[in-house]
């Protein structure tokens, strides 16, 4: 167990609302990601950490954005969601000195 | 990152080894193997990781052949808690943030 918690773990919101989803670490990792994962595309990372207040853009990070203003949360927010944002979200912490990542246990956000 | 091949899916007797084979053909000389799985509806797990030694844990043992180009993951005694799908990563290990890449892995069925 890693120490990482995501809430809420299943969200059902409509097109248009703002959504924020929480990924919480007890560990004080300096690394943390948030990817999603979708049929037939693997996960895909849409931002990520290197410290408190640092964050940059991933691979599929538009209409997504993210705040960390300190090191044991990393919220991820939907400004105005879309059908498109139906998925399953995994937050990531990874440790300084470490290559391996730890994931949560996901968030299944479904906007209707 | 190196490219690899697994077949899409195996089934293993519970109690018996399981053997995941990888193919990694293309793999440099500062690539490591890691493997991952993703029991259903769960975030990714880290398993092992090795750069050309055979490597233990208590989850598992990878071999990785001597000219690299490819490695098995054994699970000793499944369980059917090990079903799941198993992803083999190629990459330089990486201190820094970057992030993960799963390809479509073998789906490992685990037979009572």
């Known amino acids: 167990d890693a120490g990482i918690t995501q809430s809420p773990r299943h969200k059902v919101t409509e097109t248009g609302t703002p959504v924020t989803l929480r990924c919480h670490q007890t560990?004080?990792?300096?690394?943390m990601y948030w990817y999603r994962q979708d049929p037939g595309h693997g996960l895909r990372l849409i931002h990520y950490s290197y410290g408190v207040k640092d964050t940059d853009k991933g691979e599929v990070s538009d209409g997504y954005s993210v705040s960390r203003s300190k090191t044991e949360d990393f919220l991820l927010t939907l400004e105005s969601a879309t059908s498109s944002q139906t998925s399953v979200y995994f937050c990531?912490?990874?440790?300084?000195?470490?290559?391996?990542?730890?994931f949560g246990p996901g968030t299944r956000l479904t906007v209707l | 990152d190196a490219k690899t091949t697994q077949p899409p899916s195996m089934d293993c007797a519970e109690g018996r080894a399981a053997n995941l084979p990888c193919n990694h053909s293309t793999i440099s000389g500062n690539e490591y193997v890691y493997w991952y799985r993703q029991i259903h509806s769960q975030g990714p797990q880290y398993i092992i990781h090795?750069?050309?030694n055979n490597e233990t844990n208590e989850m598992a043992s990878l071999i990785i052949t001597e000219d690299r180009k490819s490695s098995t993951l054994i699970l000793p005694h499944a369980t059917l808690r090990d079903t799941a799908v198993y992803y083999c990563i190629v990459r330089v290990e990486d201190f820094g943030n970057e992030k993960l890449t799963f390809g479509t892995g073998t789906r490992l069925t685990i037979i009572p």
């Open positions: 560990e004080n990792h300096r690394y």
């Open positions: 090795g750069l050309k």
């Open positions: 990531a912490i990874k440790g300084t000195g470490t290559d391996t990542q730890y």
